[in-house]
Every structure is written in structure tokens, then in C-alpha cells.
């Protein structure tokens, strides 16, 4: 079992206990705050099932219909997990508003808090762990879900906090409204996985790596290098795709300009983990490039 499988399955059966102990809480209480919380967790739980599946897909070697691997599913659990979100948060509007308009008494609500409480800890480990093991392993469902997570932590510990003043006020209708505050935090979580995953499924250019390739290439740079332009990198899940072009002398051979690419390639993939592909397209140089040309004496530079 991979590290990031195993991760992940651990997501999946301790989100199933925390679901098992937020309906617990809820159907204790009968808070409609209480309620928002436990929707959220049955969308962790689908979410990791269906997380399970595209960590597993994304880790499948490249084949004749796929050659560029099957990364890009990531983005798809993503996705997949940003629309449930914003599911659940229109389903907590629609279930607090009345509670807002006909409160109703809390029936043991302390124990409903520390059951949301414990559940809301184990969250938190569990959390913190994905969000470790998705940046080690450079995997973006583990760290979206990890995020995920630690959000949700946030939103049971603002229902606590709410649910406390409603057990000291007994001003019951406060609850309904925490639920509908929830509603739209939370969706501003699913509004930033959805938009995070079309990045990606669009190949929206990452200005950081781009930047870190130039630099690694300014490092590097040798004299023969006349110019070296329209560098491009996308992502495939954890997987990285660069192509560039490299202008070299016309005085040059083959093989010489085989050493020049050959260098980038090994200093690109020495330096940035998780690249999969590298491609350097060579080119002559022409007059243009004259001015910055280590060599002269050509034909081009004789005109």
C-alpha cells in the first residue's frame, strides 16, 4: 500500500466515526447548528471515498491512451469535492432558516458539545496528518482534503462557541443563525477547491514554477546559450510537464547541442521534484542573435 492510499484510507475510516459521533450529537440536541456540522462530515466521507479512487488511478503509470499519466484526476476529486460542499451549504440554509423563524429548546446540549468537541479533535489530527503527507508527497487530493478538514475544525469550534452563548442567553433562534453563518463559510471553501481544480483542469499557467525554471536556468546558463524563451510548465496532478526553446550557435554540432539540453534537463530534474517530462527544443540562431554570440567569424555574422 502507498503512502499516499494508506493516507487517504485513513481519512476515509475515521471520517465515517467522526459522521457517527456528530449525527449522535445532533440527535441529542436537535440543534440545527449541530445539524450544518454533521452535513459537512458526510461530504468528508465521500469525499475520501472518492479520494481513495483517484489517488489510486492518479499513481497508474502512463499507457498507450494516457501517455501524460492520469494526474489530471486529481483535479477531478477536487472538484468532485468543492460542488458537494457548496451542496451541503444550500442544504444548510434550507434547514436553519425555520429553525430561525420557529426556535425550538435544546434538549442536552451540553453532552451534544462534548461529543461535537471530541469529534472536532480527532478532525484535527486527522487533518494535520493529510496535509503532512500531501506535501511530502506532492499529492493535491491529500492536501485539499487535509484543508478541508482543518476548515471543518474551525466551523464545529465557531458552533461550540455559538451553542454556549445560546446555553447561557436561551435565546434558542441563535442557533438557526450559526447554521446559516456556516452555510456561507463553508461555501467559501467549496468556491476555492472548484476554483482550484479548473486551474488545473485548464492548464492556468503557475507563475511560481515558471519563475523557479528561470531561475534555475539563469544559474546554469552557459555562454552557447543565445537566448532561452517561451518556457512553459503544467501540472498533471503531482506530475510536472516543461518545454522550452533554446537558441544555440550555428557553429555548434549535434552532439554539442545534445549536451547543452541534456544539462537543463538533468539540473531541472535534480532541483524540482516530480517531473515527469522535459522537452528543449533547439534552434539555429540567426543575425538577430549576433550581438550576444560568444563566436564569430560564421556566415550569418559575415553579412
Partial sequence: MTTQFRAITVSFVAGVCILLFKFAAYALSGSAALLSDALESIINVVASAFAMWSVHVSLTPPDENHPYGHGKIEYFSVLFEGALILLA??????????????????????????????????????????????????????????????????????????????????????DGAIACVLALHISRTGYDLVRQSIR????????????????????????????????????????????????????????????????IESEIRKRIPHVSDILVRTELCDERDCHVCPFGGCDIAGK
Fill in 89 to 174: 451549504a444550500a442544504g444548510i440554509v434550507a434547514t436553519s432558516v425555520p429553525k430561525v423563524l420557529h426556535p425550538q429548546p435544546l434538549p442536552k446540549l451540553d453532552v451534544a458539545m462534548a461529543i461535537s468537541a471530541f469529534a472536532s479533535l480527532l478532525n484535527l489530527a486527522v487533518g494535520l496528518y493529510l496535509i503532512r503527507v500531501g506535501k511530502r508527497t506532492a499529492t493535491m487530493t491529500l492536501t485539499a482534503d487535509g484543508k478541508h478538514l482543518i476548515t471543518d475544525v474551525y466551523t464545529t469550534a465557531g458552533v461550540i462557541a455559538g451553542l454556549i452563548v445560546v446555553r447561557v442567553t436561551g435565546y434558542f433562534w441563535i
Fill in 200 to 263: 488545473g483542469l485548464m492548464d492556468e499557467k503557475d507563475a511560481g514554477l515558471v519563475e523557479e525554471l528561470y531561475a534555475i536556468l539563469a544559474d546554469i546558463r552557459r555562454p552557447e546559450w543565445l537566448s532561452v524563451h517561451n518556457v512553459r510548465a503544467w501540472r498533471s496532478g503531482r506530475s510536472i510537464h516543461v518545454d522550452m526553446h533554446l537558441v544555440l550557435p550555428r557553429k555548434l554540432s549535434f552532439e554539442e547541442a545534445q549536451i547543452n539540453t541534456h544539462l
